[in-house]
C-alpha cells in the first residue's frame, strides 16, 4: 500500500474514531466509508457499522458487517454488534445466536488473546459491547451472569454501570446502587442520580421501571412539545435523572410543579408513580398536589372525588378542585 494511502487511512481512522465518540453518527458513517473504499478491513467494517446502527439504520449495519460474518470473524465485537443489529430488524434466533457466538469467542480467546492476533487490553474491552448486547436483548440474567464470571477483566466504569442496569431492571435497586457507587467518581456523574432513584425505588416512593444500557442523554432544544418530552422521558435514565433532581430539596419548587405531570403523564408507570407520592409519607406535600392535580388531568380520579393524600403522617381526604397551588 502507498506510503500516502497509509497516511490517509490514519488521518480518516482518528477522525471517525473521534466522531463516534462524540456521536456524530452520520459524520462517521461518511468517514469510515471512505477508509473502507481504501481498504476492505474487518475493523473498518465494525466502526462503520457501528456509525450506522447508533445513527439508526440497522439495515444498512447489517450490510456492511455481513460479509465480516460469513467469513467466520473471531471477533466478540463483530458478533456482539451483530446481534443487536438481527434484534431490531426482527430476527430474535439469530440474535441469540451471535450473542452466544461473541460470548464463546470472548471466553475463548481470553486466556490468550495475542495468539488470536489482539492486545489483551484490546480483548478485555469486549465484556462492554457483549453485554450490551445481552441487555439489548432483554436478558438481564444474563448480564449479571457474565459480570460474575468477568469481572476480573474490567477495565472501563461501563462494566459496573452495566451491572447495576441488570441488577434494577431485576428488582434489586439497593445492590444496583452498591454497584454504581463503586465508579460514579470515575466520570459518571449522572450515577448518584442513578443511586438516589435506586433507593426511592427501594423505599418505594417511586415505581421500579425499566433502565436501558445506554446513558442517559437530553436533546438540544430550547423549546420542549408534549411529543418531545414523552420520548425524552421515555428513556428511563433521562426519566431517572429528572427524577432525582425533583426529590432533592434544592431544586425549584416551580420546576418541581411541571416536573411531577410529565411524569405522570407516562402512560401505566406514571398513574403508579402519581399514587405512589400521595401515598407516600417521604414526599412535601406540593409535589403530592401537584400529583394529584396531574391524575385528575389524566382521568384517574373525577372531578369532585376526594383524593386520599399522607400529610403529616396522616391519611387526609382533599378536595383538588379547591385547594389552591
Known amino acids: 500500500m502507498k506510503r500516502l494511502t497509509v497516511e490517509l487511512l490514519a488521518r480518516l481512522d482518528e477522525q471517525g474514531r473521534e466522531q463516534l465518540g462524540r ?8 468517514t469510515f466509508g471512505k477508509m473502507l473504499e481504501l481498504e476492505d478491513h474487518p475493523v473498518v467494517r465494525n466502526n462503520l457499522a457501528t456509525a450506522f446502527y447508533n445513527g439508526g439504520w440497522p439495515e444498512e449495519a447489517w450490510r456492511i458487517m455481513e460479509p465480516v460474518l460469513a467469513k467466520g470473524a473471531i471477533s466478540p465485537f463483530a458478533w456482539a454488534l451483530a446481534s443487536m443489529i438481527a434484534w431490531d430488524l426482527g430476527w430474535e434466533e439469530a440474535a441469540r445466536e451471535y450473542l452466544q457466538k461473541a460470548i464463546s469467542l470472548f471466553e475463548g480467546g481470553a486466556h490468550s488473546p495475542r495468539e ?36 476480573r477483566y474490567y477495565q472501563t466504569p461501563e462494566d459496573f454501570f452495566q451491572a447495576g442496569v441488570a441488577f434494577f431492571n431485576l428488582h434489586y435497586p439497593r445492590k444496583a446502587a452498591q454497584v454504581w457507587s463503586q465508579v460514579q467518581d470515575r466520570g459518571w456523574g449522572f ?13 418505594g416512593v417511586v415505581p421500579g421501571f425499566t433502565l436501558p444500557y445506554s446513558a442517559p442523554s437530553f436533546p438540544d432544544e430550547t423549546e420542549f412539545t408534549e411529543e418531545s418530552v414523552h420520548q425524552t422521558l421515555s428513556h428511563g435514565g433521562n426519566r431517572a435523572v429528572v427524577l432525582a433532581n425533583l426529590f432533592d430539596p434544592g431544586f425549584p419548587k416551580e420546576m418541581a410543579q411541571q416536573a411531577v405531570p410529565m411524569l405522570v403523564s407516562l402512560g401505566e408507570w406514571g398513574t403508579a408513580f402519581g399514587q405512589a407520592l400521595l401515598r407516600s409519607g417521604a414526599v412535601a406535600k406540593d409535589l403530592k398536589v401537584a400529583a394529584g392535580f396531574a391524575l385528575l388531568e389524566k382521568g384517574v380520579i373525577r372531578p369532585g372525588e376526594p ?18 397551588m
Open 307 to 324: 383524593v386520599i393524600m399522607v400529610i403529616d403522617g396522616m391519611e387526609q381526604e382533599v378536595y383538588l378542585d379547591r385547594w389552591e
Open 23 to 30: 456521536g456524530q453518527w452520520a459524520q462517521a458513517a461518511q
Open 191 to 203: 450515577l448518584q442520580a442513578y443511586i438516589t432513584v435506586a433507593r426511592l425505588v427501594d423505599q
Open 116 to 151: 488470536l492476533g489482539f492486545e489483551p487490553a484490546g480483548w478485555r474491552e469486549y465484556t462492554v459491547i457483549i453485554k450490551r448486547a445481552a441487555g439489548h436483548l432483554g436478558q438481564d440474567p444474563l448480564v449479571v451472569d457474565l459480570h460474575n464470571r468477568w469481572e
